[in-house]
């Protein structure tokens, strides 16, 4: 296991209580948390790496509902470009073969796979065996979950404003109509939903570095999950046309703006311009300021959620512009 980091081994697994409600509601909306997030990171670039670990349940619960989350990637860190997960057999069943749970085709489209395992404990421990290659400090990492609940939260990804993010859990269902996903008390519009996970739309308008995220279906409510936000910068692309006269339209292209015109801050230099249109996230149109005497071009930023873009464009001031 060559340029491994020192976190893998024999790991002997308990459960331990999940995050217990602030108001202290329903002890059945809590999760049973068997093993934080273990991480493994790539050490080398491009070479095979191995990673193994026994996992195994309290006699209590081997016929509980169990499920292995696994994360190839997360946040700003890339996952690993080959990888297999696998599961071998029990030791009562020394002729069987190990089981393949995933591998890269798994992550085409997610950086996130949640694998039910109810009753795979019952005749004792099993071995995960994972193999991967991928770029220096290609992030990989799973989570082993336990929940009497029949609604409970375990994990999500980062939240950044207006942007999709993942929910991992037990008990959504899959009828988007009967289930609600609040942010910080604001509901979050449900892009897809399965039992155990689905993607979300935050709110356009989020504050600080975490927000609370819970999950409501029929009369059921879930515990509370703290998230963090990752407030990404507006990136601008093209301006159209390229210039113009204070009142003149112009639309300007890019990503990570908001929907809400009010939270987008447009400057043209110092001259701050009214934003009559946000058409989605990736376009704005303005109203060209009062430039002054100004000829040459200046400078075009936009402003998001206080967070200002990457980069600026040229825009021509008055007829003078291509």
Same mark, same amino acid.
């Given at each position: 296991?060559?340029?491994?980091?020192?976190?893998?081994?024999?790991?002997?697994?308990?459960?331990?209580?999940?995050?217990?409600?602030?108001?202290?509601?329903?002890?059945?909306?809590?999760?049973?948390?068997? /093993? *934080?997030?273990?991480?493994?990171?790539?050490?080398?670039?491009?070479?095979?790496? *191995?990673?193994?670990?026994?996992?195994? $349940?309290?006699?209590?619960?081997?016929?509980?509902?169990? +499920?292995?989350? /696994?994360?190839?990637?997360? @946040?700003?860190?890339?996952?690993?470009? +080959?990888?297999?997960?696998?599961? @071998?057999? =029990?030791?009562?069943?020394?002729?069987?073969? =190990?089981?393949? /749970?995933?591998?890269?085709?798994?992550?085409? #489209?997610?950086?996130?796979?949640?694998?039910?395992?109810?009753?795979?404990?019952?005749?004792?421990? #099993?071995?995960?065996?994972?193999? @991967?290659?991928?770029?220096?400090?290609?992030?990989?990492? +799973?989570? /082993?979950?336990?929940?009497?609940?029949?609604?409970?939260?375990?994990?999500?990804?980062?939240?950044?404003?207006?942007?999709?993010?993942?929910?991992?859990? $037990?008990?959504?269902?899959?009828?988007?109509?009967?289930? !609600?996903?609040?942010?910080?008390?604001?509901?979050?519009?449900?892009?897809?939903?399965?039992?155990?996970?689905?993607?979300?739309?935050?709110?356009?308008?989020?504050?600080?570095?975490?927000? !609370?995220? #819970?999950?409501?279906?029929?009369?059921?409510?879930?515990?509370?999950?703290?998230?963090?936000?990752?407030?990404?910068?507006?990136?601008? !692309?093209?301006?159209?046309?390229?210039?113009?006269?204070?009142?003149?339209?112009?639309?300007? #292209? @890019?990503?990570?703006?908001?929907?809400?015109?009010?939270?987008?801050?447009?400057?043209?230099?110092?001259?701050?311009?009214?934003?009559?249109?946000?058409?989605?996230?990736?376009?704005?149109?303005?109203?060209?300021?009062?430039?002054?005497?100004?000829?040459?071009?200046?400078?075009?930023?936009?402003?998001?959620?206080?967070?200002?873009?990457?980069?600026?464009?040229?825009?021509?001031?008055?007829?003078?512009?291509?």
């Amino acid at each position: 296991m060559k340029g491994i980091s020192k976190k893998f081994g024999i790991i002997r697994i308990a459960f331990v209580l999940g995050a217990i409600l602030c108001s202290m509601q329903s002890a059945w909306a809590t999760a049973h948390k068997m /093993l *934080s997030e273990k991480a493994y990171i790539a050490q080398t670039k491009g070479e095979k790496e *191995s990673f193994s670990a026994t996992l195994s $349940v309290p006699d209590d619960f081997k016929n509980s509902p169990t +499920w292995l989350t /696994l994360y190839n990637g997360y @946040g700003n860190r890339p996952g690993f470009g +080959w990888v297999k997960v696998s599961i @071998g057999p =029990s030791a009562k069943d020394q002729d069987g073969k =190990s089981e393949t /749970l995933a591998d890269e085709h798994t992550f085409l #489209r997610t950086h996130a796979k949640s694998i039910d395992l109810t009753g795979y404990f019952v005749d004792g421990p #099993r071995q995960l065996s994972i193999e @991967g290659a991928g770029d220096e400090g290609a992030y990989f990492a +799973w989570t /082993l979950t336990g929940a009497p609940s029949v609604l409970s939260l375990f994990n999500a990804t980062k939240v950044t404003p207006g942007q999709k993010f993942l929910v991992h859990g $037990v008990g959504f269902g899959v009828d988007k109509d009967k289930v !609600t996903v609040t942010i910080n008390g604001q509901d979050s519009l449900i892009l897809s939903i399965k039992d155990s996970m689905m993607a979300v739309r935050a709110p356009e308008k989020l504050d600080g570095d975490a927000v !609370t995220l #819970r999950v409501k279906v029929m009369d059921k409510l879930s515990n509370q999950l703290s998230i963090l936000t990752d407030y990404v910068p507006p990136h601008l !692309t093209s301006i159209s046309p390229q210039g113009g006269n204070t009142g003149a339209k112009v639309t300007i #292209r @890019g990503s990570y703006f908001s929907r809400v015109p009010e939270e987008n801050l447009v400057m043209v230099g110092p001259n701050q311009a009214k934003v009559l249109q946000a058409m989605d996230t990736e376009t704005l149109v303005i109203s060209v300021p009062d430039l002054g005497i100004s000829t040459d071009t200046l400078p075009l930023t936009v402003t998001t959620n206080g967070i200002k873009s990457d980069n600026y464009l040229n825009f021509w001031c008055g007829e003078n512009f291509f």
